[in-house]
Protein backbone atom coordinates (compact mmCIF):
# COMPACT_ATOMS: atom_id res chain seq x y z
CA UNK A 1 0.00 0.00 0.00
CA UNK A 2 2.94 2.43 0.96
CA UNK A 3 5.05 1.71 -2.53
CA UNK A 4 1.39 2.45 -4.04
CA UNK A 5 1.05 5.63 -2.84
CA UNK A 6 4.49 7.17 -3.09
CA UNK A 7 3.86 6.14 -6.77
CA UNK A 8 0.65 7.99 -6.82
CA UNK A 9 1.92 10.69 -5.29
CA UNK A 10 5.60 10.98 -7.43
CA UNK A 11 4.08 12.77 -10.31
CA UNK A 12 3.13 15.44 -8.62
CA UNK A 13 5.65 15.93 -5.56
CA UNK A 14 7.41 18.72 -7.51
CA UNK A 15 4.91 21.03 -7.32
CA UNK A 16 2.68 19.98 -4.64
CA UNK A 17 3.36 19.53 -0.59
CA UNK A 18 2.80 16.50 1.48
CA UNK A 19 -1.19 17.22 2.60
CA UNK A 20 -1.17 13.43 4.48
CA UNK A 21 -1.62 15.72 7.54
CA UNK A 22 -4.59 17.94 6.26
CA UNK A 23 -8.09 18.17 7.06
CA UNK A 24 -10.72 20.10 4.52
CA UNK A 25 -14.23 19.97 4.64
CA UNK A 26 -16.54 19.82 1.81
CA UNK A 27 -20.19 21.26 2.42
CA UNK A 28 -22.55 20.46 -0.54
CA UNK A 29 -21.83 17.30 -3.01
CA UNK A 30 -23.46 18.95 -5.99
CA UNK A 31 -21.84 19.81 -9.57
CA UNK A 32 -18.60 21.22 -7.62
CA UNK A 33 -18.68 19.74 -4.33
CA UNK A 34 -18.73 16.28 -5.42
CA UNK A 35 -15.13 17.48 -8.03
CA UNK A 36 -13.80 19.59 -4.99
CA UNK A 37 -14.41 16.30 -2.65
CA UNK A 38 -12.44 14.48 -5.28
CA UNK A 39 -9.97 16.73 -6.44
CA UNK A 40 -9.07 16.61 -2.66
CA UNK A 41 -8.47 13.31 -2.50
CA UNK A 42 -6.40 12.58 -5.73
CA UNK A 43 -3.83 15.28 -4.66
CA UNK A 44 -3.35 13.92 -1.58
CA UNK A 45 -4.89 15.43 1.08
CA UNK A 46 -5.44 12.96 4.19
CA UNK A 47 -8.72 13.61 5.76
CA UNK A 48 -11.76 15.04 4.50
CA UNK A 49 -15.04 15.61 6.21
CA UNK A 50 -18.13 15.65 3.80
CA UNK A 51 -21.29 17.11 3.92
CA UNK A 52 -24.81 16.61 2.26
CA UNK A 53 -28.35 15.77 3.01
CA UNK A 54 -29.35 15.03 -0.61
CA UNK A 55 -29.77 11.42 -2.51
CA UNK A 56 -28.52 11.35 -6.42
CA UNK A 57 -31.26 12.01 -9.12
CA UNK A 58 -30.51 11.44 -12.50
CA UNK A 59 -30.38 14.97 -13.62
CA UNK A 60 -26.87 14.96 -11.25
CA UNK A 61 -25.81 12.52 -14.14
CA UNK A 62 -24.71 14.98 -16.81
CA UNK A 63 -22.28 16.98 -14.15
CA UNK A 64 -20.55 14.33 -11.61
CA UNK A 65 -18.71 11.30 -11.44
CA UNK A 66 -21.33 9.67 -10.20
CA UNK A 67 -23.01 6.96 -11.93
CA UNK A 68 -26.19 5.24 -13.02
CA UNK A 69 -26.08 2.65 -10.40
CA UNK A 70 -25.73 5.20 -7.32
CA UNK A 71 -28.91 6.82 -8.50
CA UNK A 72 -31.54 7.29 -4.99
CA UNK A 73 -28.04 6.88 -2.66
CA UNK A 74 -26.75 9.43 -0.47
CA UNK A 75 -24.47 11.54 -2.23
CA UNK A 76 -22.17 11.30 0.62
CA UNK A 77 -21.86 7.44 0.96
CA UNK A 78 -21.26 7.85 -3.53
CA UNK A 79 -18.31 10.57 -2.91
CA UNK A 80 -17.27 8.21 -0.29
CA UNK A 81 -16.80 4.95 -2.23
CA UNK A 82 -15.35 7.14 -5.65
CA UNK A 83 -12.46 8.40 -3.42
CA UNK A 84 -12.15 4.75 -2.15
CA UNK A 85 -11.53 3.74 -5.33
CA UNK A 86 -8.48 6.21 -5.97
CA UNK A 87 -7.09 7.03 -2.74
CA UNK A 88 -7.20 3.86 0.07
CA UNK A 89 -5.00 6.40 1.64
CA UNK A 90 -7.46 8.80 1.97
CA UNK A 91 -9.59 9.31 5.31
CA UNK A 92 -13.51 10.32 4.53
CA UNK A 93 -15.70 11.03 7.32
CA UNK A 94 -19.78 11.17 5.83
CA UNK A 95 -22.32 12.86 7.45
CA UNK A 96 -26.09 13.45 6.14
CA UNK A 97 -26.59 16.58 7.71
CA UNK A 98 -26.39 20.47 6.53
CA UNK A 99 -22.64 22.02 8.16
CA UNK A 100 -23.51 24.62 11.08
CA UNK A 101 -20.55 26.99 11.34
CA UNK A 102 -21.29 26.21 15.33
CA UNK A 103 -19.76 22.36 14.48
CA UNK A 104 -16.15 24.37 14.20
CA UNK A 105 -15.85 24.22 17.73
CA UNK A 106 -16.00 20.56 18.09
CA UNK A 107 -13.58 20.21 14.73
CA UNK A 108 -9.94 20.42 15.84
CA UNK A 109 -7.05 20.98 13.21
CA UNK A 110 -9.46 22.08 9.99
CA UNK A 111 -7.53 23.88 7.65
CA UNK A 112 -9.84 24.29 4.29
CA UNK A 113 -13.40 24.90 3.86
CA UNK A 114 -14.92 24.38 0.59
CA UNK A 115 -18.47 25.75 0.79
CA UNK A 116 -19.98 24.35 -2.32
CA UNK A 117 -23.70 24.82 -1.08
CA UNK A 118 -26.52 26.39 -3.13
CA UNK A 119 -27.59 29.07 -0.69
CA UNK A 120 -25.79 32.20 1.12
CA UNK A 121 -27.24 30.59 4.80
CA UNK A 122 -23.78 29.24 5.20
CA UNK A 123 -21.55 31.57 4.32
CA UNK A 124 -23.37 34.10 6.69
CA UNK A 125 -22.97 31.57 9.46
CA UNK A 126 -19.26 31.25 8.64
CA UNK A 127 -18.82 34.68 8.63
CA UNK A 128 -20.61 35.41 12.34
CA UNK A 129 -18.65 32.98 13.59
CA UNK A 130 -15.04 34.01 12.35
CA UNK A 131 -16.53 37.78 14.29
CA UNK A 132 -17.64 35.88 17.28
CA UNK A 133 -14.11 33.74 17.69
CA UNK A 134 -11.56 37.07 16.71
CA UNK A 135 -14.24 39.01 19.34
CA UNK A 136 -13.78 36.29 21.96
CA UNK A 137 -9.72 36.42 21.53
CA UNK A 138 -9.83 40.15 21.96
CA UNK A 139 -11.89 40.12 25.13
CA UNK A 140 -9.41 37.38 26.62
CA UNK A 141 -6.38 39.01 25.13
CA UNK A 142 -7.69 42.34 27.39
CA UNK A 143 -8.80 40.28 30.50
CA UNK A 144 -4.59 39.18 30.05
CA UNK A 145 -3.56 42.72 29.86
CA UNK A 146 -5.45 43.74 32.82
CA UNK A 147 -4.70 41.13 35.46
CA UNK A 148 -1.15 41.24 34.26
CA UNK A 149 -1.45 44.71 35.00
CA UNK A 150 -2.67 43.97 38.43
CA UNK A 151 -0.05 41.33 39.38
CA UNK A 152 2.86 43.92 38.26
CA UNK A 153 1.75 46.35 40.71
CA UNK A 154 1.07 43.90 43.50
CA UNK A 155 4.38 42.47 43.04
CA UNK A 156 5.84 46.49 42.75
CA UNK A 157 4.07 46.64 46.23
CA UNK A 158 4.95 44.05 47.87
CA UNK A 159 8.82 45.01 46.85
CA UNK A 160 7.97 48.01 48.26
CA UNK A 161 7.24 46.72 51.43
CA UNK A 162 9.68 43.99 51.83
CA UNK A 163 12.14 46.68 51.18
CA UNK A 164 11.05 49.17 54.10
CA UNK A 165 10.56 46.55 56.42
CA UNK A 166 13.74 45.54 55.67
CA UNK A 167 15.39 48.69 56.34
CA UNK A 168 13.69 49.32 59.33
CA UNK A 169 15.12 46.10 60.59
CA UNK A 170 11.90 44.60 61.31
CA UNK A 171 12.02 40.42 59.88
CA UNK A 172 9.81 39.29 56.79
CA UNK A 173 8.58 36.23 58.32
CA UNK A 174 5.17 36.25 58.36
CA UNK A 175 4.90 37.79 54.52
CA UNK A 176 2.87 34.61 53.46
CA UNK A 177 2.92 33.50 49.43
CA UNK A 178 2.11 37.12 48.94
CA UNK A 179 -1.14 37.87 46.35
CA UNK A 180 1.51 37.71 43.58
CA UNK A 181 0.64 34.20 43.47
CA UNK A 182 -2.62 34.70 42.95
CA UNK A 183 -2.73 35.65 39.28
CA UNK A 184 -0.78 33.03 37.93
CA UNK A 185 -1.40 35.16 34.69
CA UNK A 186 -0.50 33.42 31.54
CA UNK A 187 1.90 35.82 29.28
CA UNK A 188 0.10 37.35 26.28
CA UNK A 189 1.88 35.70 23.52
CA UNK A 190 0.90 32.04 24.95
CA UNK A 191 -2.49 33.16 24.46
CA UNK A 192 -3.74 31.40 21.22
CA UNK A 193 -5.59 33.16 18.47
CA UNK A 194 -8.67 30.73 17.15
CA UNK A 195 -7.37 29.88 13.67
CA UNK A 196 -10.19 30.53 11.46
CA UNK A 197 -9.75 27.83 8.54
CA UNK A 198 -9.21 28.98 4.80
CA UNK A 199 -12.50 29.60 3.64
CA UNK A 200 -13.83 29.51 -0.10
CA UNK A 201 -17.42 29.46 -1.54
CA UNK A 202 -18.04 28.57 -5.17
CA UNK A 203 -21.09 29.24 -6.86
CA UNK A 204 -21.95 28.60 -10.66
CA UNK A 205 -24.76 28.73 -13.08
CA UNK A 206 -24.69 27.88 -17.02
CA UNK A 207 -21.18 28.97 -18.45
CA UNK A 208 -20.40 31.59 -15.29
CA UNK A 209 -19.05 30.57 -11.95
CA UNK A 210 -17.87 32.50 -8.72
CA UNK A 211 -15.28 32.14 -6.45
CA UNK A 212 -15.11 33.55 -3.46
CA UNK A 213 -11.67 33.12 -1.61
CA UNK A 214 -11.67 34.47 2.06
CA UNK A 215 -14.42 37.06 0.98
CA UNK A 216 -17.39 37.10 2.57
CA UNK A 217 -18.65 40.01 1.13
CA UNK A 218 -19.40 38.65 -2.33
CA UNK A 219 -21.40 35.52 -3.53
CA UNK A 220 -23.61 35.57 -6.81
CA UNK A 221 -25.16 32.63 -6.42
CA UNK A 222 -27.48 31.79 -3.86
CA UNK A 223 -28.83 34.57 -2.72
CA UNK A 224 -32.33 33.58 -3.25
CA UNK A 225 -33.44 30.70 -1.33
CA UNK A 226 -35.20 28.53 -4.27
CA UNK A 227 -32.23 29.19 -6.18
CA UNK A 228 -31.57 25.88 -8.58
CA UNK A 229 -28.56 25.40 -10.53
CA UNK A 230 -30.00 25.70 -14.30
CA UNK A 231 -28.67 25.44 -17.09
CA UNK A 232 -25.93 23.55 -15.70
CA UNK A 233 -23.14 21.08 -17.57
CA UNK A 234 -19.85 19.28 -17.05
CA UNK A 235 -17.50 22.11 -17.56
CA UNK A 236 -18.46 24.87 -15.23
CA UNK A 237 -18.03 22.84 -11.90
CA UNK A 238 -15.24 21.09 -12.94
CA UNK A 239 -13.07 24.63 -13.65
CA UNK A 240 -14.18 26.09 -10.36
CA UNK A 241 -13.10 22.88 -8.29
CA UNK A 242 -9.73 22.92 -9.82
CA UNK A 243 -9.46 26.96 -9.50
CA UNK A 244 -10.33 26.49 -5.98
CA UNK A 245 -8.27 23.75 -5.35
CA UNK A 246 -5.24 24.61 -6.40
CA UNK A 247 -5.29 28.21 -4.84
CA UNK A 248 -5.95 26.76 -1.61
CA UNK A 249 -3.87 24.07 -1.32
CA UNK A 250 -0.44 24.90 -3.80
CA UNK A 251 -0.22 28.58 -4.43
CA UNK A 252 -1.72 29.06 -0.98
CA UNK A 253 -3.12 32.30 -1.37
CA UNK A 254 -4.67 33.49 2.15
CA UNK A 255 -5.63 36.75 0.37
CA UNK A 256 -9.56 37.99 -0.37
CA UNK A 257 -10.86 38.24 -3.36
CA UNK A 258 -13.75 37.63 -5.68
CA UNK A 259 -13.81 36.36 -9.03
CA UNK A 260 -16.02 35.41 -11.75
CA UNK A 261 -15.57 33.49 -14.54
CA UNK A 262 -16.93 32.56 -17.81
CA UNK A 263 -16.24 28.91 -19.05
CA UNK A 264 -15.95 29.72 -22.54
CA UNK A 265 -13.23 31.98 -22.27
CA UNK A 266 -11.44 29.76 -21.52
CA UNK A 267 -11.28 29.12 -25.36
CA UNK A 268 -9.56 32.09 -25.82
CA UNK A 269 -6.10 30.63 -24.85
CA UNK A 270 -6.14 29.00 -27.68
CA UNK A 271 -7.20 31.33 -30.43
CA UNK A 272 -4.34 33.97 -28.92
Excluded at 103 to 123: A, I, P, Q, S
Excluded at 193 to 207: I, T
Excluded at 211 to 228: E, H, M, V
Excluded at 240 to 251: C, D, H, Q
Aim: glycine share 6%; charged share 25%.
Amino acid sequence: MESTITEINNRQSKIIPDLSGAIAIVAGLGGIGSWVALDLALIGVGSILIYDTDKIEPSNLNRTLFKESQIGQYKTDAVKELIAERRKDCLVLSFEEFFEAEMLNKLDGVEYFFDCTDTTRLKDSMYEFKVKKQMEFEELKKKEEDKNKVKNKSKKNSETSQNNQSNSGAQYANYGPGITNQYPAQSINQIQEYKFPQYVKLGYDGFEGTICLNDFNAGRWGTDSSYTITPSFFGTPQMLSAAAVIEMLIVKNKNAFTKTVNVTTLLTLLHD
